[in-house]
T-cell receptor, first 115, second 115 residues
Framework: NAGVTQTPKFRILKIGQSMTLQCAQD?????MYWYRQDPGMGLKLIYY???????DKGEVPNGYNVSRSTTEDFPLRLELAAPSQTSVYFC??????????????FGAGTRLSVL | AQSVTQLGSHVSVSEGALVLLRCNYS??????LFWYVQYPNQGLQLLLK??????LVKGINGFEAEFKKSETSFHLTKPSAHMSDAAEYFC?????????????FGIGTKLQVIP
């Protein structure tokens, strides 16, 4: 029962470097999300996807890009890393529910430091 | 618009004492409400959910929450705290937005259990 798998678990970047945070789910969920978590700030939605080929911006999309070529994978791209992107990043997924309840399943997170 | 307010970013209780974590919500339509728990270095996991059925909702690990519409509250309780309950707890509200359920998280409450 893998659920939502995020890689890497930790990463240190230099300012201006780029990287991709990987996220994969094996539950055949339609919806996937990227959040960042900063101390005392809760979770902020960066991007989300309602299905393969469909993505949309959340609350804090600047500095990030996403793609969703398959149902399983939802990578998050940082093009020019900045210190403000130091955070813990969580990927989550949820099944299509129509008017029903959106229960999200989270990965273990990626801790990113930009120095 | 929807939002949740968690009162108290840190709560300390003695082992065996009552746990009470407060959450008030704002929603223009009847909400779905959730409590998630995050243990150190892990992602969030669902503790319990309210979906307009019974107003008293029971979750995992002995936790429960009561939906009170008149008070717009969804407080989380547990009669007797265990050391293993030390974690961060997030209240969340969701509503339908363009065909999918948009979830808004509170800023979290860290629960410390004192032996």
């Amino acid at each position: 029962n893998a659920g939502v798998t995020q890689t890497p678990k930790f990463r240190i970047l230099k300012i201006g470097q780029s990287m991709t945070l990987q996220c994969a789910q094996d539950m055949n969920h339609n919806y996937m999300y990227w959040y960042r978590q900063d101390p005392g700030m809760g979770l902020k939605l960066i991007y989300y996807s309602v299905g393969a080929g469909i993505t949309d911006k959340g609350e804090v999309p600047n500095g990030y890009n996403v793609s969703r070529s398959t149902t399983e994978d939802f990578p998050l791209r940082l093009e020019l890393a900045a210190p403000s992107q130091t955070s813990v990043y969580f990927c989550a997924s949820s099944p299509r529910t129509g008017q029903g309840v959106n229960i999200q399943y989270f990965g273990a997170g990626t801790r990113l430091s930009v120095l | 618009a929807q939002s949740v307010t968690q009162l108290g970013s840190h709560v300390s209780v003695s082992e065996g004492a009552l746990v009470l974590l407060r959450c008030n919500y704002s929603s223009s339509v009847p909400p779905y409400l959730f409590w998630y728990v995050q243990y150190p270095n892990q992602g969030l996991q669902l503790l319990l959910k309210y979906t307009s059925a019974a107003t008293l909702v029971k979750g995992i690990n002995g936790f429960e929450a009561e939906f009170k519409k008149s008070e717009t509250s969804f407080h989380l309780t547990k009669p007797s705290a265990h050391m293993s309950d030390a974690a961060e707890y997030f209240c969340a509200v969701s509503r339908n937005s363009g065909g999918y359920q948009k979830v808004t998280f509170g800023i979290g409450t860290k629960l410390q259990v004192i032996p």
